[in-house]
């Protein structure tokens, strides 16, 4: 796996902290590993280096015909599934998502998707 590539996002103002809001500018993160590369746009932590929010948050995309990386973890999530289509390995299902759909993730399931060969797949990741 080669190191990700970090690049903040919009204005360079300090982050916000849960007092007080804004806008979070969030970085964007590019990563390869195995041929395939990943696209997420991070939230910020605060500038005590706590979460803004109560839940972490990324926006990524799978580009068309790609599968994203397996994945495992302590948390829940949600996918919000912004565009593009494609089926999604969940645990030992399968599932066709689409743009409009949210998918709810349990702890330590592992779950991926591979996009559609039409268009990139686009979703908001929300995990608690």
Do not use: N
């Amino acid at each position: 796996m080669t190191a990700p590539i970090t690049t903040p996002l919009g204005d360079t103002a300090p982050p916000p902290d849960a007092a007080t809001g804004g806008i979070l500018t969030g970085e964007l993160l590019i990563e390869a590993y195995e041929g395939k590369s990943a696209v997420e746009h991070l939230l910020p932590q605060a500038s005590d280096g706590q979460s803004v929010a109560p839940v972490k948050a990324s926006w990524w995309c799978v580009a068309a015909g790609e599968t994203s990386f397996p994945d495992q973890h302590e948390v829940q999530e949600l996918w919000l599934i912004a565009a593009g289509s494609g089926v999604m390995t969940l645990g030992e299902r399968e599932l066709r998502v689409q743009r409009g759909q949210i998918v709810y993730i349990p702890t330590q399931v592992p779950h991926q998707v591979t996009a559609d060969a039409e268009e990139t797949l686009e979703a908001y990741s929300i995990w608690w």
